[in-house]
């Protein structure tokens, strides 16, 4: 290769594309530098840099909404903006903001490094949106990787705490399988895309380009190899959502990692899976028959094991984390009806915003509720929470109501929409299953509430062998404003929605 | 005789297999580890085949992003292990189930 060519291959690069992404990477290595350069009292105002740079970089997005790279693919290919991956930046870096704010408490309560804490959070962050803009399977490979790799870390980041590292051991292993499952289904698809003898004039340079994939799928309805690659890519993503059943690792990581990294989980890692599964239903397509039934039978169990399995935990985190395999469960459901109906990714996409803004008002009453120990919070510690600290239970009720889908709050909007996408899919079984699940639901949700609320409620289990009520911190006023912030949008999205929901559905 | 493209998916597969099922069942968290790698050879060697198969350059860098991130996990990953076994002790999976109901 000359040159030349590989000047003008670097000429065309539109730098500009990825600018939230650049600067993401910039602020994270400001981040190593500032540690160096402070003085050691100084350092407390890392994090507070760190979450006013995301700030700025968030607004910068959101004045930047309609990019003049709409539309457009970038980098030979290998990204492709439109406002889809606009939307998910934003809800990206607010993820990463409240990661950020949350981190702060949390880290105060352990004796380990602080900078680099903030500085994976941003770097996962920006890899998670190169990876929902990706267009190219080595690009989509890439940045999920950079995204697994740097939980890896983040989930065993309390390394003085054998549970964290635990976790973080399962969740290497589970990790690494799943992503050499996604791996091979790239192999085969590129194998059979690429082919000479069967792949289109011109295709097989560009053999794993989403378009070309299409186009070649298209063109061979009904290749074999084609549906071994498609069902790998599927299980791989499935291990990210923690759909069933690739769920086993959910409540161990989820019970394991530090709350912040547990809320990332939650929130980021599965939008991103969402996410990449939405982009892929314009690629796989043409292969519906064999898709939609795969995905189908997956949403079912998930819901049904999500639920039945919440039902009989204590511990709050491994609570939320089969909580929120029932979630992935109704988004699965969504991205079905998204096969049959393009409306129902605007449907998906609102659930994800009501389900971030209420998962991070109930991690947060979690994070102070915890003690010491995070890995140990049981739904006895929230027995006097209503008496000692009411704003704190508020909030958790709030956030706890929308999880469970209760109108007028925001998370019944959300089902409301993916239910509706649903039944005009014409998808009645499922919808079945996912109200039967709501109905479960309630329950868990519902005896979290009553154990904060309610001071005479005790559990099942004898008070021996869980520690005492942990000494709570003092909530500071910024967190307070958060919160109440959270909360205030989790009931006004509940019953007025303005434009967001013709806004998501038009594109 | 010579050597197709389907006996480098062939031995590719298998790979794969003995990887996956060695990661299943295994208990000694540093086998289950080799395992792992062992399925990104498998489709490190794959890739390849495709590559050589289809003349297309795409695969073979692809498989330099791929040694990269396994690069990069086998450092994480032995880092987390080595600090657990200073923590419990223990490399085997059996024994490392602290995080249960």
């Known amino acids: 290769m000359n040159l030349d060519l590989l000047q003008a291959a670097a000429a065309k690069n539109a730098w500009g594309a990825i600018l939230p992404e650049l600067l993401l990477g910039l602020l994270a290595l400001f981040l190593l530098i500032l540690e160096i350069l402070l003085p050691k009292k100084r350092h407390g105002a890392i994090p507070a840099i760190a979450i006013l740079g995301q700030i700025a970089i968030l607004v910068g997005t959101l ?60 770097v996962v962050t920006g890899a998670m949106m190169l ?75 560009t053999a794993m380009d989403f378009t070309s994939i299409r186009q070649f799928l298209e063109a061979h309805p009904d290749n074999f190899l084609a549906k071994v690659g498609i069902v790998l890519v599927l299980a791989g993503i499935a291990f990210k959502i923690g759909a069933v059943p690739f769920q086993i690792w959910i409540p161990d990581v989820y019970q394991g990692a530090p709350t912040p990294v547990t809320a990332l989980l939650a929130v980021g890692s599965k939008a991103a899976g969402f996410a990449v599964l939405l982009a892929l239903t314009g690629v796989f397509a043409p292969y519906r028959t064999l898709v939609v ?37 109704y988004l699965l459901v969504g991205v079905v009806a998204a096969y049959h109906d393009p409306m129902a990714v605007g449907a998906v996409y609102f659930y994800l915003l009501v389900y971030l803004i209420a998962s991070f008002a109930v991690f947060g009453v979690m994070t102070y509720v915890c003690g010491e120990n995070d890995a140990d919070q049981e739904l006895e510690h929230y027995a006097d929470l209503a008496k000692a600290n009411p704003f704190l239970a508020v909030v958790l009720a709030i956030g706890l109501g929308s999880l469970a889908g209760i109108p ?100 | ?43 490190t060697l794959a890739l390849v085949a495709f590559s050589r198969y289809n003349q297309t350059m795409d695969g073979n860098v692809f498989v330099f992003f791929i040694l990269t991130v396994a690069a990069a996990e086998v450092a994480v990953g032995l880092a987390i292990i080595v600090a657990l076994f200073r923590r419990r002790h223990t490399v085997q999976l059996d024994e490392l189930n602290a995080l249960k109901n």
Request: hydrophobic share 55%; glycine share 10%; aromatic share 12%.
């Open chain 1, 293 to 329: 039934p795969v995905l189908s039978v997956m949403a079912g169990a998930t819901i049904l094991f999500g639920n039945l399995a919440a039902l009989t935990q204590y511990n709050v985190k491994r609570l939320i984390g089969l909580s929120g395999v029932s979630h992935a469960g």
């Open chain 1, 408 to 507: 007028p709050l925001a998370g019944f909007i959300g089902k409301l929409l993916v239910f509706v996408a649903a039944f005009h899919a014409g998808l009645y079984v499922l919808l079945g299953i996912a109200i039967v699940g709501v109905v479960i639901s309630i329950y868990y949700y519902f005896g979290w509430i009553k154990a904060a609320v309610f001071p005479f409620w005790s559990g099942r289990r004898t008070a021996e062998g869980v520690s005492q009520a942990c000494p709570r911190l003092q909530v500071g006023l910024l967190f307070k404003l958060v919160l109440g912030g959270l909360t205030i949008a989790t009931v006004i999205l509940g019953v007025y929605q303005g434009g967001l929901i013709p806004w998501l559905a038009a594109r």
């Open chain 1, 131 to 205: 990876l929902v803009q990706s267009h190219h399977f080595v690009m989509l490979f890439v940045a999920l990787e950079t995204v697994t790799i740097g939980f890896y870390i983040l989930v065993s980041y309390f390394r003085s705490n054998p549970l964290s590292l635990e976790a973080g051991l399962k969740y290497l292993v589970m990790g690494a399988l799943s992503s050499s499952l996604l791996l091979f289904g790239i192999v085969f698809l590129y194998g059979v895309v690429g082919n000479p003898e069967l792949s289109l004039p011109g295709a097989a340079s």
């Open chain 2, 1 to 43: 005789m010579s050597v197709t493209l389907n006996d480098y998916l062939l031995v590719s597969v298998l790979m794969f297999v003995v990887g996956f099922f060695g990661v299943l069942m295994r208990r000694n968290t540093l086998i289950v580890y080799m395992c792992l790698e062992l399925m990104l050879v498998a489709a």
């Open chain 1, 63 to 122: 004045v930047n909404l309609r990019s003049g790279y709409l539309g457009t693919e970038t980098f030979g290919g290998l990204l492709q903006h439109d406002m889809h991956g606009q939307f998910m930046r934003v809800f990206f870096l607010l993820t990463s903001i409240l990661v950020s704010i949350l981190g702060v408490p949390s880290l105060a309560k352990q004796q380990v490094p602080r900078v680099e804490f903030f500085h994976i959070v941003i």
